[in-house]
């Protein structure tokens, strides 16, 4: 039900403004009426919220628990207005109300709590829960700063900190009644009673969590979730004892320590670190949600033995394991369950999904620093440990095996290990990272229980990342596939494909996207002062800056092309403009070298007269979810270059699918499926297999004799080396493709090898794209065979085939 008439909407916003801020409309600031919007609709999603909750009760069904220690939900604003079936009527009622609906939803900052994939992908997969009518709720911090923003200056990456909540705060409601208690460090006391062993935890540090609960409104449904943000508070707020000595600094000191856990979200999603305060965050957030779902569900049942029936944990990565040992802790100590029941309701509560098989971002904590910190924990883990050991002795009876599947090893927890213990489930994210998991990484694991590992491939919300965002494009569809039947069933997208030979709805399509271009194209000019030309190929490669990603793969061809204008300065008759997007983890310096390589080559190109309305780069600062959203339905090409084996899935694949751009890319994660529905004709693929990948690297791969034998690589690899206009040289880089560096063997990501192959696709697609009706041809294809990469879909597969609960 539609909960506001265009009219209802303007009175209420009114009210909101006087009661909030005494300011009738005509005075209040854009500021102010982003924030009396967000109160606006909270109020509909309380009251939803409420219902929702009191049905799940009455009709005792299971719960989804969604542990993530990231969400990165962007924007909510224009989303909920969606959701809420109000979009229309809210842009109206700010209009009459003298405000521009644009300017309103662009004041809200992106509640940037996640670093890429793993976090949007957690970010979709909510909507799609509530919109399901699952009973779901998303836990993780209450971060102060979010993301870091990026600036580039003299073509460096700063970070700047992400202030967020000044407005963000608008969408949260704390919930201090149900603050939970999570205990740090102290000593552990053992005592007999009752024949029964007792573990008591004396001298913690003790920090209050306190709930902050986002409302997340399902599509179509008067569903309306919760995402809960835990904030972290000293238990006293101030030591009043020391306070009255005369102790100040030393009172506050306690406050300070206990909020430094939410300071900050980890901007490093490439290498472990096995920092301290990462732990702290951790247990923090999955002490206080296992309280926190224990507790509710001891009120409502009285008992824990059914525990496993009416919740299920899922943890996104292995970054809230701790659950395992946290569970089995509250069973025992609170409960007094035995070590074996406690055991079969944890290891059917918990369901793992893993998101990457790269070795350096597998988490391992110093035992000593679990020890110290979380002394209960610790000892749990340690039998758990010793019981998984046993168990892999026993069927195995090979040490190398017992070694490998260890959770606990030469001084290191595995939190990986502990998962696969731990969980009834553990699922890849595509159908080819699943195989890696199952024939290589969890080889041994899933031998020995081969029914745990399942495949789940990620999907995207296309709500927001097709209708919300593409209004031309969603209009067409309405027109073509049974008006907005594809909003609650992606699959109907695939009507489109009946349109493949009527020209005028080619045209139709190509006119879309000329006009998203051309948005673009003036969003950048006003917030980066660059020129772009729409008569160009958008070609656009956005995402997390790793050298897994080869960004630098499409920073070599493109020398190449520069080169070749330099040799013949009408080889190119196509305009053709790079886009980049990309954030460095503060610490990776390679990463960095190639985001400064990236923006020499754009000065480079800039100057060079030879270039005009030929050949562009353009480094798009601070790519984010607000920035995706503009820019999706701009691009035309999508670069998805990755090794083959080493992207799980990607997802941003899937939003330029999804919004009719075509893909350049490896067969890599979920672009195998990509290419499985579309067939080779519709997207432009590269490069060795996964196989071909292991394969090659295990015979002993050599990259300076390609180095040698092609003269077009050559020349752009020495590029490097010479640099450009600006003065920098990338000798390292350089190095680090030919002969390694740091411990890295030469060219690791098989750049040189794949380049060949890469600049024949990139031809390939640059032919395709000068005949425009084949090129709206294949993009009409795209968009209606993404139907499969909606997160519906995906969630319904988790609720089928992990979590057992029903669905709509
Ligand atoms: C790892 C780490 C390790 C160091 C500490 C901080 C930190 C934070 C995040 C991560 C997660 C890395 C894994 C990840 O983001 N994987 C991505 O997951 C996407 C959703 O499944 C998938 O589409 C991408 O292919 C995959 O790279």
């Not at 490998?404 to 939190?415: C, L, T």
Request: net charge negative; glycine share 6%.
């Amino acid at each position: 039900m539609r909960p506001f008439t265009t009219e209802t909407l303007e009175k209420t916003l009114t009210e909101k403004l006087m009661l909030n801020f005494s300011k009738t409309p005509d005075e209040a600031t854009d500021q102010e009426m982003m924030k009396a919007c967000a109160l606006v609709l909270r109020d509909v999603m309380a009251i939803r919220g409420v219902e929702t909750r009191k049905k799940t009760n009455r009709e005792q069904r299971k719960r989804v628990h969604y542990l993530s220690m990231e969400f990165l939900m962007g924007r909510s604003l224009m989303k909920n207005a969606y959701n809420l079936d109000v979009l229309p009527q809210l842009k109206e009622a700010l209009s009459n109300l003298g405000f521009k609906a644009g300017d309103i939803f662009e004041m809200e900052p992106d509640a940037a709590l996640g670093n890429g994939g793993l976090g949007r992908l957690a970010a979709c997969y909510l909507d799609s829960m509530a919109t399901l009518d699952i009973p779901a709720t998303g836990y993780s911090i209450c971060y102060d700063l979010g993301l870091f923003k990026q600036k580039i200056v003299e073509g460096e990456q700063v970070e700047l900190p992400d202030h967020w909540k000044d407005l963000g705060m608008s969408w949260l409601v704390p919930k201090p009644e149900e603050a939970q208690e999570v205990r740090f460090g102290g000593t552990l006391r053992e005592f007999w009673d009752n024949g029964r062993l007792h573990t008591v935890n004396e001298n913690a540090t003790t920090v209050l969590a306190v709930p902050c609960d986002m409302k997340i409104p399902g599509f179509g449904t008067d569903h309306v979730n919760t995402l809960r943000l835990w904030e972290p508070r000293a238990t006293s707020p101030m030591d009043m004892s020391l306070f009255s000595r005369g102790e100040y600094l030393k009172a506050a000191e306690e406050e300070a320590m206990a909020e430094s856990i939410s300071k900050v979200l980890y901007p490093d999603d490439s290498h472990e670190e096995g920092k301290s305060l990462r732990l702290k965050q951790q247990y923090f957030f999955v002490s206080a949600t296992m309280q926190s779902i224990t507790t509710k569900h001891m009120a409502m049942y009285g008992t824990m033995k059914n525990f496993h029936e009416k919740n299920v944990i899922q943890i996104n990565d292995t970054h809230p394991a701790l659950v395992i040992p946290e569970l089995m802790r509250i069973l025992i100590d609170d409960t007094g369950m035995n070590w074996d029941d406690a055991w079969a309701i944890t290891t059917q509560s918990v369901a793992y999904t893993n998101h990457t098989v790269l070795a350096e971002a597998l988490e391992r904590w110093p035992q000593k620093l679990m020890e110290q910190r979380l002394p209960r924990i610790w000892q749990i883990i340690k039998e758990i440990s010793a019981r998984w050991q046993k168990k892999v002795d026993e069927y195995y009876h090979d040490p190398g095996k017992t070694q490998y599947m260890a959770i606990v090893w030469d001084g290191q927890v595995r939190m990986a290990n502990l998962c696969l213990a731990g969980s009834m489930a553990v699922n890849g994210v595509s159908a080819l990272h699943t195989d890696i998991l199952r024939n290589d990484v969890f080889r041994d694991a899933c031998q020995m229980e081969p029914w745990k590992f399942k495949n789940v491939t990620n999907g995207i919300d296309h709500r927001r990342w097709l209708s919300e965002i593409n209004p031309g494009l969603d209009s067409l569809i309405r027109d073509l596939a049974g008006g907005d039947e594809y909003l609650s069933d992606a699959m109907a997208l695939q009507k489109l494909d009946s349109y493949a030979g009527d020209k005028s709805v080619l045209d139709r399509l190509g006119e879309i996207k000329r006009q998203n271009k051309e948005a673009f194209a003036l969003h950048a000019k006003k917030t980066r002062g660059v020129i772009l030309d729409p008569n160009s190929i958008f070609d656009v490669q956005v995402k997390r800056l790793h050298e897994y990603k080869r960004q630098l793969l499409n920073v070599l061809h493109i020398i190449a092309l520069y080169q070749r204008l330099q040799d013949d300065p009408n080889a190119i008759t196509q305009p053709h403009t790079f886009l980049f997007g990309a954030k460095a983890a503060p610490g990776y310096v390679v990463a960095k070298r190639i985001i400064r390589l990236i923006n020499s080559l754009e000065d480079q190109i800039a100057h060079d007269p030879i270039c005009k309305d030929k050949l562009q780069v353009v480094f798009l600062e601070n790519y984010r979810v607000s920035l995706a959203e503009v820019l999706m339905p701009a691009s035309e090409v999508s670069q998805q270059i990755s090794t083959a084996g080493k992207e799980a899935s990607g997802t941003g694949n899937m939003k330029f699918m999804m919004n009719g751009a075509l893909t350049v890319g490896t067969l890599d994660g979920a672009n195998v499926e990509m290419n499985q529905v579309l067939g080779e004709e519709n997207m432009f693929l590269f490069g060795l297999h996964a196989d071909e990948v292991q394969q090659l690297k295990r015979e002993g791969y050599v990259p300076q004799r390609l180095y040698t034998q092609n003269e077009t690589l050559r020349r752009c690899v020495d590029a490097l080396r010479t640099g450009f206009r600006d003065g920098v040289t990338y000798e390292d880089l350089y190095q680090r493709l030919l002969f390694g560096s740091g411990g890295s063997a030469a060219d690791e990501y098989l750049l040189l090898a794949d380049f060949a192959s890469y600049c024949q696709a990139e031809q390939d697609m640059a032919a395709a794209y000068m005949d425009r009706e084949r090129w709206n041809r294949m993009s009409l294809h795209n968009i209606a065979r993404s139907g499969i990469f909606a997160a519906d879909r995906s969630v319904k597969e988790y609720a089928d085939n992990i979590w057992h609960v029903s669905h709509r």
